[in-house]
């Protein structure tokens, strides 16, 4: 196995402008990686680059080239906010195509899947492969909804160790935690700005109308024939278990990765492991 050259906690912040934006990102690659597709990950719900954990990007990076970057107006990201799924489906692919890629594997973690789907429905030739982490489909009315208190958590101003437990972690986990909190404060450098509550306002908007079925995805995941593979958590607060399965259920090449007595982060619960069958699935899928 060869390691990257660079790491998480490390790794400089790049920019590229496209238009009137400037789009922030940072990669990691191993010295064997020059021919690989790169995987483009698409983040979370106010996550910016430094909420990636580094246990868990290190460990991909050390097989593949790992391209991490901040959507317009996320982050250092210049430029407006999007509104829509389909708009930051766009920008993921214009990005892409700025730092010189026509064919990308993407990975999602929760409303970054939503861009995933979306960028696998609207941009089929520029997407190799899918990883969905945490996250499900929108607009199916047999979804089992969320916990009753979980989306008035991740509107906090900011995470209390309690907090990103029970929106990351299954219940018990608090090792697994302060690990995760521990990783990510090892970048002390370099750091990025936290979203702004005009940009969560955005996102909240977007989230609802795809978890609501407003913006039409899910009627065209049929049309999906990447292969993805869906990771999960059986205790997610988010997305039951059974909204993965539903995502399953419409994508003819997928497979369901559950992980027990894990949360809504797997890969931050289990950084190593996930990371393991992620290349698995890359190689072999």
Known sequence: MTNSTEQAATAPTKYVDVGSARYAYRELRPDNANDQTPILFCHRF??????????????????????LFSDRGVGSSTGDAATSVDEKARNAAEFARAIGYSKVDVLGFSMGCFVCQALAINEPDLVRKVINIGSGGGGN?????????????????????????????????????????????????DREPLVTPAVIEKMVGLIGDFMEGRSGHYAKLKHVKHPVLIVTGDRDPFFPLKNMWLLYRELENSQLLCFPNSGHGPHQQHPVEVAERIEYFLSNS
Do not use: C, N
Not at 46 to 67: C, M, N, Q, S, Y
């Open 46 to 67: 106010r996550g910016t680059l430094d909420d990636w954990d580094p246990g868990f990007v290190d460990e991909l990076a050390k097989t593949r080239h790992v391209i």
């Open 141 to 189: 009315a047999e979804t089992a909804p969320p916990t009753d208190i979980v989306f008035g958590i991740a509107l906090h101003p900011e995470y209390t160790f309690e907090d990103i437990r029970y929106l990351f972690f299954a219940e018990g986990r608090e090792e697994e935690t302060q690990a995760y909190i521990d990783r990510r404060a090892s970048r002390t450098t």
